[in-house]
């Protein structure tokens, strides 16, 4: 196991008496031996020069990595080497694209600043994402809530009640969900998302166009809530959302 604890990496400012840049930031992560840890953030988040902090190919500014319980920082040269070929089975993955992190990893960190802003199985992270850069990462490969020029493209073919139902592997099936629909005397049409494997475990965001009567589509979208989350969209783009997903840039050193 990788354990690292409020680790940090500064390198010397710009310039004549400039601050020093900190690309890693108070960093806490534990990596479980034999897993594959994809480390995701945006040019500049840090993410390379945590990696090398872990190979033991840079020396931290403060903090503690310990391998197999054995403390690395400050070891000498001769001893980072057996270090190095310790870390055995264990691969950690840097990248900004998210495609990669769901098809090979089995964990994931999201760093933005230096820091890591969110961490978890993949499943977890993707199937509930809670910081905004992640849920912008989530976003480039899992349909979410539609919102924006989609949520646009919607509203001109439907006019009627949207929702978006979160379907996971610990809750009701897709099938379910459908079936309460259609019991509660409402037509419906899946117009955008579905579902998707992850470490092999099923998870998706499905948007549904309901028709029928208002009282009916209300009882239906009650009934739906029993079992799943569930987000109704605004009948006027730009309105709010009842779970609006925000954007975050990254950007540190």
């Given at each position: ?140 490969v899992i349909p979410a809530v539609p ?94 959302t009842a779970a ?10």
């Amino acid at each position: 196991m990788i354990r690292m604890r409020d680790v940090v990496k500064e390198y010397p400012g710009r310039g004549r008496g400039a601050e020093p840049i900190r690309a890693v930031d108070g960093v806490s992560l534990d990596i479980e031996a034999g897993s594959i840890y994809g480390v995701i953030g945006y040019s500049g988040a840090g993410k390379s020069t945590l990696v090398r902090l872990i190979n033991a190919l840079e020396p931290t500014t403060s903090g503690s990595i310990e391998i197999d319980g054995d403390e690395i920082v400050g070891l000498p040269e001769s001893k980072l080497r057996e270090v190095r070929t310790e870390l055995g089975m264990t691969i950690v993955v840097i990248t900004h694209e998210m495609e990669v992190i769901k098809r090979i990893a089995t964990h994931v960190a999201v760093m933005e600043r230096g820091r890591v802003v969110e961490h978890g199985s993949v499943y977890d992270v993707f199937s509930d994402p809670q910081h905004a850069a992640t849920r912008r990462f989530v976003s480039t490969v899992i349909p979410a809530v539609p919102e924006g020029r989609e949520l646009e493209a919607l509203r001109e073919r439907h006019t009627g009640a949207l929702i978006t139902v979160t379907v996971t592997d610990e809750g009701r099936a897709q099938h379910e969900v459908l079936g309460r629909l259609v019991r509660a005397g409402v037509d419906a049409q899946l117009v955008h998302g579905g579902m998707h494997e992850l470490t092999g475990r099923a998870f998706g965001h499905l948007t549904f166009a309901l028709h029928g009567e208002p009282d009916a589509e209300r009882a239906a979208i009650e009934s739906v809530r029993e079992i799943a989350e569930v987000v109704e969209l605004p009948a006027t783009v730009g309105a709010a959302t009842a779970a609006p997903i925000a954007d975050a840039e990254g950007g540190a050193a």
